[in-house]
């Protein structure tokens, strides 16, 4: 595979908070099962327990706009005291058991009821949302993002600010050094910019987001 190099001067140059579960209402016990598993378990096998603590689930308004990421429990909660409804489970085909139901392990739900999101202008920077903004693409030679980087160094008088901040490279930012782009020669790839929407707040906090969610953040770029 050919070496990519950073592109030369004179080259080609969208949260909320779900809502709370009723007063007094208890949470209702649960566990995962796997696709296939009897509804009462093995004899002589333990109960898979799906590690609640890692996994987040897409919280959507009634109008199927993204709010937030949820922990998987709370997402089940909702699902299962009617406040929401399934929009995506599992690919894995996990299922959730309470006392009394059953719910698909979501990856994406919907609320029941529409929910007012005060406007919040402002994204706040942060990695993840500057990898999706830059689509983990290097601004300096396309190749595969690693990290951060100032255009303007940080030792030069460069503001942490979305206008001056890229993705980058191991490779392009070693070799930048705390250099200025006129005396590299170099030139970004797009303008940086400050994204904008509703979906880029969620994003901004979210490392990974789970492939479903795509089609209901929006195009995930500046």
Not at 54 to 67: D, G, I, W, Y
Not at 118 to 133: D, E, F, I, K, Q
Request: glycine residues 10%; hydrophobic residues 40%.
């Amino acid at each position: 595979m050919p070496d990519r190099q950073p592109t030369p001067i004179g080259a080609l140059a969208n949260a909320g908070h779900a809502p709370s579960a009723p007063s007094g209402q208890k949470q209702p016990a649960v566990r995962a099962v796997q696709d296939g598993e009897p509804e009462g378990g093995t004899a002589g096998a333990s109960a898979v327990i799906f590690p609640w603590g890692r996994r987040k689930v897409l919280l959507l308004n009634a109008t199927f706009e993204p709010l937030t990421a949820l922990p998987l429990r709370r997402a089940v909660v909702l699902v299962v005291c009617g406040k929401a409804e399934v929009v995506h489970g599992d690919p894995a085909g996990s299922v959730v058991h309470s006392s009394t139901s059953e719910v698909v392990v979501p990856s994406v739900i919907r609320l029941s009821s529409y929910v007012r999101v005060p406007y919040r202008g402002r994204v706040p920077l942060t990695r993840a949302g500057l990898m999706h903004r830059d689509r983990y693409r290097c601004a300096y030679c396309g190749g595969r993002a690693e990290t951060i980087d100032h255009v303007v160094p940080r030792s030069r008088g460069g503001p942490h600010t979305w206008q001056n901040c890229v993705a980058c490279c191991a490779k392009c930012n070693h070799r930048k050094a705390d250099k200025l782009l006129s005396e590299l020669g170099w030139r970004l790839r797009v303008v940086p910019t400050a994204p904008r929407g509703p979906h880029w707040r969620l994003l901004a906090g979210v490392t990974d987001a789970d492939p479903l969610w795509l089609p209901y953040l929006g195009e995930p770029a500046a």
